[in-house]
């Protein structure tokens, strides 16, 4: 038996509009579990999932994929922390498609996690390796190995689990996760193993059946 308490949180990057948003909600159901199940739309679908959540009671938390490292004020084009706090509980940061498409530093992710931070949100660092460095005071910490992202070869449960215990031996106390191509059929896997404490499903999570599943299976273990 199983008594870590599970992450499963899904990463709908760029995809999805209202209607497929809606969809998705009412396709899900309300599933029991007592793992912490988390799903990430992007910013202009955060309000309509909001409020879909609650009118079907779902148990369901939400994350945004991304922060402004500013507070409030002029910064065109960014959303602050405060502002989505009134929306979401947790925030990614440090996604490998936003290090490589948008050069997002290690500097600028410490920024973003501390705007976090002040706000009290909590936070998924993504890391592609376990030398990548981890600001102070992140929630969570998410081991995605950028050639396992989308590309349906992931990492292997055991290595993945190597890797986690050296993340954990720097940053001890703080939950460490795996993603790249997790799938309702090889997520026991990770979550069998002795330090991974949940998964980041990005393609899987975008279909409600799957992400029911993968649930499911993290129930049953
Ligand atoms: P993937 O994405 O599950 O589609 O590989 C994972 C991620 O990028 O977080």
Redesign the pocket.
Known sequence: MNSKRIYIIG?W?CNKNSQEVNTWFHAIGNIKTPHEIVVCPTYIHLIQAKNLINSLKLTLKLGAQDVSPFPNGAYTGEVSASQLKEMVEYLIIG???RRKNFNESDELLAQKVKQANDQSLKTIFCVPDENTAIPQGVSIVAY?PVW????GKADSPENANTVIEKIKEKYPNVPVIY????TPENIQSYLSEEYIDGV?????SLDAIKFAQMVNASNAL
Do not use: C, D, Q, R
């Open positions: 990463n990057k996604h490998s498609e995605e396992a992202i989308g590309s993603g790249g191509s997790v980041l499903p990005g393609g899987a």
